[in-house]
């Protein structure tokens, strides 16, 4: 039988839960507009299903507790939150032509967990900074402009297969540097009497266009194919 007592407990475990969907929603939002796999949805029950576990783990046991000899842990629910949200997390990640993408999206999911499992223990404060200061981050450094301004320089890294002629590595190693590939690294992956492939590794600036360096290294007629991978900043 509900009393007024037990009602106040019950509606702020409720506030727990809409303000645990609110900050969800708040991170989702952003990588709803990124159009990631993870959207508003995702990052709501995400949210609600941590605050709601944290619930149980606290509360959930109360009556078990006053039995004589009992002890339990409320932590041990929250502990299976952080291992069980990463499969989520695991799945918004997709590997395409050796370039990976919803890295930032599966982080996203899994810091929502942390939010809804803060909020369902009570630290609404704690809860509420971490989803605003979540969003801005991530609008932040979505931001291209301003992530070129701290990441000066990136990894340039290529893929060619070419006709496997005298000096054909020292050419395209000379072509690079023209372009401004500094640091350049060549290294031999398969090498037939007719064919090369190799990679060539080096560091350009990150207002550099790479495409540029790339149709200006096919230009060469002895050059087959090459195959970009977008680099990292530095």
């Not at 090498?191 to 560091?203: K, M, S």
Request: one cysteine or more; hydrophobic letters at 50%; charged letters at 20%.
């Amino acid at each position: 039988m509900f009393t007024l007592s037990s009602l106040a407990v019950q509606l702020n475990w409720l506030l727990r839960i809409i303000v645990a969907a609110i900050c969800g929603a708040i991170i989702g939002y952003e990588r709803a507009i990124q159009r990631k796999s993870a959207g508003v949805r995702t990052h709501i029950v995400v949210a609600i299903a941590s605050a709601l576990f944290m619930i149980v783990s606290k509360y959930g046991f109360y009556d078990i507790l006053r039995l004589q000899n009992v002890a339990l842990d409320p932590s041990r629910i929250a502990a299976q939150i952080v291992t069980g949200i990463s499969f989520i997390g695991a799945g918004t990640i997709l590997v395409r032509r050796e370039q990976i993408s919803g890295l930032t999206t599966a982080a996203g999911v899994w810091a929502v967990a942390a939010i809804g499992t803060a909020i369902g223990a009570g630290l609404y404060m704690i809860g509420i900074v971490a989803t605003i200061f979540l969003f801005f981050i991530q609008r932040l450094f979505h931001d291209d402009h301003f992530t070129d301004n701290i990441i000066k320089h990136i990894r340039f890294n290529i893929q060619i297969e070419a006709v496997a002629k005298h000096h054909i590595l020292e050419k395209i190693e000379k072509e690079l540097n023209r372009n401004h590939v500094e640091s350049v690294s060549v290294k031999i992956l398969d090498l037939t009497n007719d064919r090369v492939i190799f990679t060539a590794d080096g560091i350009i600036d990150n207002k550099i266009d790479e495409n540029d360096i790339i149709m200006a290294l096919k230009q060469y007629p002895d050059i087959n194919r090459v195959s970009y991978t977008h680099g990292g900043g530095i």
